[in-house]
Each structure stands twice: as C-alpha cells, then as structure tokens.
C-alpha cells in the first residue's frame, strides 16, 4: 500500500478490526518513511460492475458516489452514519447478487429510492426531486401522494 502523504510504497499494517457489520475490515497503517499514520479499508467484492448511463455512456460503479448521494439525501435526518454505511452495504450486495456485470443507472436509482422509503420520507423525496429531475411543485405533489401523506 503507497502512502497517501509522501508515496512510499511499503507501508505497515498496525492494527486491523473488522468493521461493525463485518462487510469490511479497517486497517491502521504506519509510514516508515514519513511517519504519518492512516486508516484504510479492505472490501469484499464479488464482481467487477458497470454503470450503463440513460444515454448508453459506461462506467465502472463507484460505491463511493453511491454513498455520497445517500448522504446527500439523508443530510440533517437523524439516521446515524452506521445506518447509512448499511443501506450502502445491502444496495451493493443487491447489485452483486443480482449477476449482472452491466446494470442500468435506472436499477441503481430505483433500489435507492426504494430503500430511502421505507428509511426516511424527507430523505426519499429529495432523492426523487433530483433523481427524477423534478421541475415543478406538482412533482413533489406527486410524490408525497406516492407516500401517501396528506395533501393540500
């Protein structure tokens, strides 16, 4: 593993732990040559899995982006971060069980929305207002009767 910080190739593992729901395992490493310290983590992943965008552009999936956009959503809702860190988990491991290795953005968006349902109302409607690009008030009208909240 290559420090972050000055690039050295051989840096040491000093401590290793599996992660809360043991999908992961972190790492604390050490520098030799620099000595900063940093934690990486080490995943399991069963196949290699290509975003087929709307306009047909391919790109490899990046769980990363994937959590970020949950976080964005999730933003100030009291869900706590090891909740989030599962929603994660369960959409990856949803998208590896399903065989595929090319998976249309669609499928993508429609397991987010469809967890961030039954986790968070205000979280799914802000994912569904960018996701399904909304543009006017009745878009959220729309939605909000999909949850089946009251309207006015």
């Given amino acids: 593993m290559h420090c972050p910080f000055c690039g050295h190739d051989d840096t040491q593992v000093k401590d290793s732990r599996p992660s809360e729901d043991g999908s992961a395992i972190r790492r604390r490493?050490?520098?030799?040559?620099?000595?900063?310290?940093?934690?990486?983590?080490?995943?399991?992943?069963?196949?290699?899995?290509?975003?087929?965008?709307?306009?047909?552009?391919?790109?490899?999936?990046?769980?990363?982006?994937?959590?970020?956009?949950?976080?964005?959503?999730?933003?100030?809702?009291?869900?706590?971060?090891?909740?989030?860190?599962?929603?994660?988990?369960?959409?990856?491991?949803?998208?590896?069980?399903?065989?595929?290795?090319?998976v249309p953005s669609k499928q993508i968006g429609e397991l987010v929305m469809e967890t961030l349902k039954t986790v968070d109302a205000v979280a799914y409607v802000r994912f569904a207002s960018v996701y399904r690009d909304f543009r006017e008030a009745s878009d959220f009208q729309a939605v909000l009767g999909e949850l089946g909240g009251p309207q006015r």
């Fill in 29 to 102: 490493r050490f520098c030799p040559a620099c000595s900063q310290r940093f934690t990486t983590v080490e995943r399991v992943q069963l196949r290699e899995i290509t975003v087929v965008k709307s306009d047909g552009r391919r790109q490899l999936f990046d769980r990363d982006k994937l959590a970020r956009s949950i976080r964005i959503a999730l933003r100030k809702r009291p869900v706590e971060e090891e909740r989030i860190e599962r929603i994660v988990n369960g959409i990856v491991r949803q998208l590896e069980a399903s065989g595929e290795s090319d």
